[in-house]
């Protein structure tokens, strides 16, 4: 498991600052992104703390389990990161559902991270931008 | 004793402004927490990144009910820290929730555009054309947010008791003007200001 957390603000600041980057850290580039938009708004979240089983065999073994890419402790609320690719899509809103099913204490959302490269870019947030290497990481997937 | 709501532009040094003025009159500054109670209270978790998130990056929208219930969950916890007095509630909406309470004094923190959008320039090292564009999502989202909240115009001046714009006045001077109002307010007890 890994174990890479971001720390919250302490005070507000009037605006927000970036800190230092992790990419090696990270499997994908877009969750690297969205911890950097996490960061920049001072929210403290942590990387795939927890996998939560969903299917088991006869003999009591998982066979599916689902891991959030995000936990963020102040919101209680573990975030998912998405493509736009049906076949991703369809299989990721399939483990939410069964989620909801056998963790309904647990709140989950799903985000689509189509978008966070150009405005990141818009933004001049152009560090953060380039982690997301265009159309290809939009492709991949775990 | 008094509740002072600040509400303020992004890069308008509102944020340094509500801090030195918490240090200046010794109250406590609340600022996420409230949002975060709010949002956890309304089991509506997302509206608190909803919130936070004013450049629009993360997208997030908020269903009708969520809304209903994060509007409920935060009168509920402002009204707790009116109760509570001696704070400072930097934006959230309190110059809304708090109208027309007593010993209340609501502040807007304002600047122009261009200076904002160097200031955020300067401070990121970023160019002017991006820190503007940060400026304007930050306007637009701020006010959509609240105007879908509570139906309001965050720029209406009705709203405060006192308007800052930090073109000319600094932190410090926008501070002591803030502890000067709050001390001559009516109604509840002070505990006095550090000079």
């Given at each position: 498991m890994k174990s890479i957390k971001g720390k919250a603000s302490s005070s507000p600041p009037d605006t927000p600052a970036v800190s230092p980057s992790?990419?090696?850290?990270?499997?994908h580039p877009a969750e690297e992104t969205f911890a950097t938009i996490l960061d920049y708004y001072g929210i403290e979240w942590e990387y795939e703390p927890r996998t939560f089983p969903l299917e088991w065999d006869e003999r009591g073994n998982v066979i599916e389990a689902f891991s959030p890419d995000f936990y963020l402790p102040q919101q209680d609320l573990y975030i998912e990161l998405t493509t736009l690719r049906p076949k991703l899509s369809t299989k990721k809103n399939h483990k939410l559902r069964r989620m909801k099913e056998l963790y309904p204490e647990i709140n989950v959302k799903l985000f689509k991270r189509k978008e966070m490269r150009d405005l990141m870019v818009k933004f001049g947030l152009y560090e953060q931008a380039a982690m997301i290497a265009g159309t290809g990481a939009q492709n991949q997937d775990k | 004793m008094p509740v002072i709501t600040i509400s303020r532009q992004f890069g308008s040094l509102g944020s340094q402004i509500a801090r030195e003025s918490a240090d200046l009159l010794r109250y406590r500054l609340v600022w996420r927490d409230l949002i975060n109670e709010s949002a956890l209270r309304a089991g509506a978790p997302g509206a608190a990144l909803a919130m936070i998130d004013e450049l629009g990056l993360l997208g997030i929208s908020l269903s009708k009910r969520e809304v209903q219930e994060f509007r409920k969950a935060l009168r509920q916890v402002m009204g707790e820290l009116y109760k509570e007095d001696n704070v400072v509630i930097l934006g959230r909406a309190g110059q809304i929730i708090l109208r027309?309470?007593?010993?209340v004094l609501h502040v807007r923190v304002i600047a122009p555009a261009k200076l904002r959008a160097e200031r955020i320039a300067a401070r990121h090292q970023i160019a002017y054309e991006n820190a503007l564009a940060q400026v304007k999502a930050s306007d637009e989202n701020r006010s959509k947010f609240l105007k879908r909240l509570?139906?309001?115009?965050?720029?209406?001046?009705?709203?405060?008791?006192l308007l800052i714009d930090t073109s000319q006045l600094d932190v410090t001077q926008s501070a002591r003007l803030i502890t000067q109002a709050v001390t001559s307010l009516p109604g509840k007890k002070h505990a006095g200001v550090l000079s």
């Open positions: 992790r990419r090696s850290s990270f499997y | 027309g309470k007593r010993s509570f139906k309001i115009d965050w720029d209406d001046p009705l709203l405060y008791d």
